[in-house]
Every structure is written in structure tokens, then in C-alpha cells.
């Protein structure tokens, strides 16, 4: 009995492992990341490495179009020219973000679990400057590869 | 069990099942007139925290010390958006959005993306320029 609670802990141990963002940490991308290019901005989406709702990691999407997906512990950016944007989450209930991005400007956009009615939902928020970077500092980059990095 | 308990529960059910499902209402607002600013824009700092409660239930805090940048104008007011910060106003989305002042009053938020004014109970704040 004990043997078998061992392997369905440590099948669940593993499950939620696998659920966490994989990729390199800010500190080994940081310097492969480009400046925001002229006429745009940028939108920094993340989530906290928190295990609550880890296996619910629905694609973020932008104006409708997929852009990436919320993984925990996980951030990507995407620079769009100056202009209104629209920022949802593909779950049970669709919470919207808009926002303004301005030339230059960076915003950030932390997607956090919810409580759902059959499973959690993912939803987006600003976030402060200061503390979007601050947290977005802990996490691991799942966006498309960048130049100088594996 | 009677015919009006199984009701009860049912309605209790779908109350809870409405409210864990995200069903807030929608940010109440109305179009506006957006007109933007032909000189500097001024800058304000709050000497007091203010707390504002929308009517879709998720109240706001605008801390003493926050500074404010002039942005435009709309019929309601002076519409100024804050300086190294963000403000949202939620509701069933969430809606980025600057302050509107009006005779020392906080009347409501501008909602940028929406071009439109969502009002407030007006909130007296004290505030002081900063320059432009």
C-alpha cells in the first residue's frame, strides 16, 4: 500500500514538474533580448511559478490571434506598433485586458489562476512597471528563440 | 424533501455557479469626447490616499504620494493618467483607464481603449501641482 502511494506521489511530483516553464532564465536571455524597435512597444506577458491551476496553461491570445501560451513560472514578449490591443485567455470564461501601448513604452501583463466553475480559469492584468519587471526577473523565457540563445 | 427547499437550493446553486463562473457585470460607462491637450501637460501628486468604488464591486486605492499626468479632457473633466503606473477598472474584463478630476473631485475614469467615461460617486482629494 505504502508502495503505491509512493509511485502516485511521485507520478504527481512529476506531473507538476512537467507542467512548470523550461526554458532559459531571464538572467541567461536578458542580453539577447532586442531593444523595443522605433514606431513600437512592447507587451511582456507572464505567470508566477505557483503549482495551484499549474496544469491549466491556456494559449494567451491578442485582437484573437494566438500570441503564446500562459505557462507558470513562464514570460514572453511580443512588440506591436503604438496602438489599443486586446489580451485574452483561451479558458471556461474569457477575461479580457485592454490596454494602450505607446512608442517606446513597455507593458506588462501577468496572467493569474481564478477560481472556475469546473476547472480554474487564466486570467490577464496590468501590472506595474516596477513589479512586472521585478517578477518577471524570477521567471524562465518561453517565447519564440532568440538570437544568441539556445 | 419539500417543493420550495428544492428550489432554494437550485437558485442558491445557480447564485454560486454565476458567481465562480466570472459573470461580473460589464464596467458601466458611456461614450465620451475626447479632446487632447494643445499645451504641457501638468503634473499633480495627491497629498491623501483615495479609495474609489466602482459600481461593478472591484474598488480601486489611489495612494497618497501617486503622481498624475494630464492627458486630455473630456465633457466630464480633466482626464490625467498616472506617472510610472498603471490603473484599471474591472468588471467582467478589465479595462486599462486614467482618472477624470473635476472641481477637486474625482468623478469617474476615462477608459482609453473604449473612448469612453465610466462614472464614479464623486470623491473629494487633495492634491498639489507639480509643474508641467
Same mark, same amino acid.
Given at each position: 500500500?505504502?508502495?503505491?502511494?509512493?509511485?502516485?506521489?511521485?507520478? +504527481?511530483?512529476?506531473?507538476?514538474?512537467?507542467? +512548470?516553464?523550461?526554458? &532559459?532564465?531571464?538572467?541567461?536571455?536578458?542580453?539577447?533580448? &532586442?531593444?523595443?524597435?522605433?514606431? *513600437?512597444?512592447?507587451?511582456?506577458?507572464?505567470?508566477?511559478?505557483?503549482?495551484?491551476?499549474?496544469?491549466? *496553461?491556456?494559449?494567451?491570445?491578442?485582437?484573437?490571434?494566438?500570441?503564446?501560451?500562459?505557462?507558470?513560472?513562464?514570460?514572453?514578449?511580443?512588440?506591436?506598433?503604438?496602438?489599443?490591443?486586446?489580451?485574452?485567455?483561451?479558458?471556461?470564461?474569457?477575461?479580457?485586458?485592454?490596454?494602450?501601448?505607446?512608442?517606446?513604452?513597455?507593458?506588462?501583463?501577468?496572467?493569474?489562476?481564478?477560481?472556475?466553475?469546473?476547472?480554474?480559469?487564466?486570467?490577464?492584468?496590468?501590472?506595474? &512597471?516596477? *513589479?512586472?519587471?521585478?517578477?518577471?526577473?524570477?521567471?524562465?523565457?518561453?517565447?519564440?528563440?532568440?538570437?544568441?540563445?539556445? | 424533501?419539500?417543493?420550495?427547499?428544492?428550489?432554494?437550493?437550485?437558485?442558491? =446553486?445557480?447564485?454560486?455557479?454565476? $458567481?465562480?463562473?466570472?459573470?461580473?457585470?460589464?464596467? #458601466?460607462?458611456?461614450?465620451?469626447?475626447?479632446?487632447?491637450?494643445? !499645451?504641457?501637460?501638468?503634473?499633480?501628486? =495627491?497629498?491623501? !490616499?483615495?479609495?474609489?468604488?466602482?459600481?461593478?464591486?472591484?474598488?480601486? !486605492?489611489?495612494? #497618497?504620494?501617486?503622481?498624475?499626468?494630464? #492627458?486630455?479632457?473630456?465633457?466630464?473633466?480633466?482626464?490625467?493618467?498616472?506617472?510610472?503606473?498603471?490603473?484599471?477598472?474591472?468588471?467582467? %474584463?478589465? %479595462?486599462?483607464?486614467?482618472?477624470? $478630476?473635476?472641481?477637486?473631485?474625482?468623478?469617474?475614469?476615462? $477608459?482609453?481603449?473604449?473612448?469612453? =467615461?465610466?462614472? $464614479?460617486?464623486?470623491?473629494?482629494?487633495?492634491?498639489?501641482?507639480?509643474?508641467?
Amino acid at each position: 500500500m505504502l508502495l503505491i502511494l509512493r509511485r502516485v506521489f511521485a507520478a +504527481c511530483a512529476l506531473a507538476t514538474l512537467a507542467a +512548470c516553464a523550461s526554458g &532559459p532564465k531571464y538572467n541567461e536571455v536578458k542580453s539577447a533580448i &532586442p531593444t523595443i524597435p522605433a514606431e *513600437q512597444g512592447r507587451i511582456i506577458v507572464y505567470r508566477s511559478g505557483s503549482m495551484v491551476g499549474a496544469a491549466i *496553461q491556456p494559449d494567451v491570445m491578442m485582437g484573437g490571434v494566438k500570441i503564446g501560451q500562459s505557462v507558470p513560472g513562464g514570460f514572453f514578449f511580443v512588440d506591436r506598433p503604438a496602438g489599443s490591443y486586446e489580451i485574452s485567455t483561451s479558458t471556461e470564461v474569457e477575461k479580457k485586458l485592454t490596454l494602450v501601448l505607446e512608442k517606446g513604452e513597455t507593458k506588462y501583463v501577468k496572467t493569474s489562476i481564478g477560481m472556475g466553475f469546473m476547472v480554474g480559469r487564466v486570467q490577464p492584468e496590468l501590472i506595474d &512597471p516596477k *513589479q512586472g519587471q521585478m517578477e518577471v526577473e524570477e521567471l524562465s523565457y518561453t517565447g519564440t528563440p532568440l538570437q544568441g540563445t539556445k | 424533501m419539500k417543493k420550495s427547499a428544492a428550489w432554494g437550493l437550485v437558485c442558491s =446553486f445557480a447564485a454560486i455557479a454565476s $458567481l465562480v463562473s466570472g459573470c461580473a457585470a460589464e464596467v #458601466a460607462r458611456q461614450q465620451t469626447q475626447w479632446q487632447p491637450l494643445s !499645451t504641457a501637460p501638468a503634473i499633480i501628486e =495627491f497629498r491623501e !490616499t483615495v479609495t474609489l468604488e466602482p459600481s461593478s464591486g472591484y474598488s480601486r !486605492t489611489l495612494n #497618497a504620494g501617486s503622481q498624475w499626468r494630464e #492627458a486630455g479632457r473630456i465633457p466630464q473633466g480633466q482626464v490625467f493618467r498616472p506617472v510610472n503606473g498603471v490603473l484599471t477598472v474591472e468588471g467582467r %474584463h478589465v %479595462h486599462e483607464a486614467y482618472i477624470v $478630476l473635476d472641481g477637486g473631485r474625482v468623478v469617474g475614469f476615462y $477608459l482609453p481603449v473604449e473612448q469612453s =467615461f465610466a462614472a $464614479l460617486p464623486p470623491k473629494p482629494v487633495q492634491y498639489q501641482n507639480k509643474g508641467n
